[in-house]
């Protein structure tokens, strides 16, 4: 069983969500906030606001774990 948490990171532009899960994946933080930004704007950038913001108020902070 793997000990890893989706968690904000403390490498944040904004809140910390893409950092996150960039830091749960193992993947780059740089390639997942392109890849939102990406993902925004052709979605017309609600969708991806509003998940963005939901995503920030249910993660827990990365110091509490």
């Not at 780059?28 to 930004?37: D, H, I, K, N, Q």
């Amino acid at each position: 069983m793997s000990d890893k948490t989706l968690a904000l990171s403390n490498d944040k532009m904004i809140a910390g969500v893409c950092g996150g899960i960039a830091d749960y994946f193992g993947w780059s933080s740089g390639g997942v906030r392109l890849a939102y930004v990406l993902l925004s704007v052709l979605s017309a950038a609600f969708p991806g606001l509003l998940i963005y913001i939901v995503l920030w108020l249910l993660m827990p902070k990365k110091d509490t774990i």
